[in-house]
């Protein structure tokens, strides 16, 4: 199931009592970003996995108290099974989850100008190829952008931690480490990309908007 919401719909003294209500440390880490909307987008995202916890595990109040971060940066919980992904950009934030599937979410605001070929040393040769023979190379780039990001958070790996370049989004599937994962856009907004990458092919979505009022 992917959630998402928009800060400019949410309550932001809402979001500031809820902070009150997370671990001392998770706090911290929210109070760590200087940017006001970083720091509220990242408020949305803890209560959006709260809501993804308690549409498959309603007995489960409260599990901020079992997120933690991987040696790669990932979150995690330790209890219960639930394998999520969540990301931001510019105002928005989405969450994808599921309790047996792993999975990966990258978002991207489109900027009003890119040049795709500032990124070149991030591209495999055949996304370079490809951007080359787009007709809209600029919507191509934020595709291979937000399938690469997807791809890692599926498959646990820090966007850190490899080079960029490696990952072909031209396969289908896009194979990394050993896995194959498979691609999917979703539609949420035409301001925004949105991918999903999932070790299922033809992976059915319930897509939600989450109202923080």
Partial sequence: MIWYTF????????????????PELLQQ??????????????????????????????EHKSVLTQLYKTPQHQPQLHTPPLYFSTAYSKG????????????????????????????NDFLHPEEQKALLQSQDPESLFYHCW?????V?????SGIQEVCLADINTRQDPV??????FFLQQIDIDSDYVVQVASTEPEYKMDIRQLLLR
């Fill in 7 to 22: 800060l400019k719909d949410c309550d932001l003294t809402l979001l500031d009592q809820r902070l009150q209500t997370f």
């Fill in 29 to 58: 880490r929210v109070n760590a970003y200087q940017q006001e909307e970083d720091r509220y987008v990242r408020i949305a995202g803890k209560l959006l996995l709260e809501a993804a916890v308690q549409h498959f595990y309603p």
């Fill in 92 to 119: 928005i934030c989405v969450l994808s989850a599921d309790p047996r599937l792993e999975n990966g979410i990258d978002v991207e605001y489109r900027q009003a100008s890119i040049d795709p070929a500032v990124y």
């Fill in 146 to 150: 937000t399938g690469k990001e997807a």
């Fill in 152 to 156: 890692l958070k599926a498959e646990g």
């Fill in 175 to 180: 194979l990394w480490n050993g896995q194959s």
